[in-house]
């Protein structure tokens, strides 16, 4: 009797780890994902030119990872030596879907390993689902093969591959 015990606890010692993980593996499982690389080159009084990559993986539990990564070229008067700055940015998001549109709420932001913008800079420059706090509003609409195209205002159309 002693030995089957000892052989269900042993058993359940080994099993039970890898139904905890699945567990928590269903639970954030990837909705989808979409990747753009981005270029804005501003020239006002001041020069500007952003480039980079965003990355946002929504999870089918309604939360979101966002990542901004590039570099910031400014001068900020004709004559002055441009600096070079690094973006690299973590976000935290909740989303959901309402009909054809999704909306977004960032949670949290946190810079990451190298960022140097200054915190002026990054304010007037940085784009605003990269900000704490900051709701968002696209269009989205599936397409046959269960992925996905994003619609976002002054930006171009996004297509995300689905985590199915």
């Known amino acids: 009797m002693k030995k089957v015990l000892l052989s269900i606890l042993v058993l359940v010692l080994l099993v039970a780890p890898w139904l905890v993980v699945r567990h928590f593996d269903a639970h954030s499982s990837l909705a989808f994902y979409c990747q753009v690389p981005y270029a ?11 480039k980079g990559s965003i990355k946002t993986h929504y999870y089918a539990n309604g939360s979101g990872i966002g990542i901004l990564s590039g570099t910031m070229q400014y001068q900020a008067r004709e004559g002055d030596k441009p600096a070079l700055y690094t973006i690299h940015r973590n976000t935290r998001f909740n989303w959901k879907v309402s009909h054809s549109y999704i909306t977004t709420h960032t949670d949290s932001m946190h810079p990451a390993f190298g960022e140097n913008i200054p915190a002026t800079l990054a304010e007037e420059f940085i784009f605003p689902s990269f900000k704490t706090k900051f709701n968002d509003y696209y269009q989205i609409e599936k397409i046959a093969n269960g992925d996905s195209i994003v619609s976002v205002a002054n930006m171009p159309r996004l297509y995300c591959h689905s985590g199915a």
């Open 40 to 50: 804005i080159n501003s020239q006002k009084d001041d020069n500007m030119l952003l």
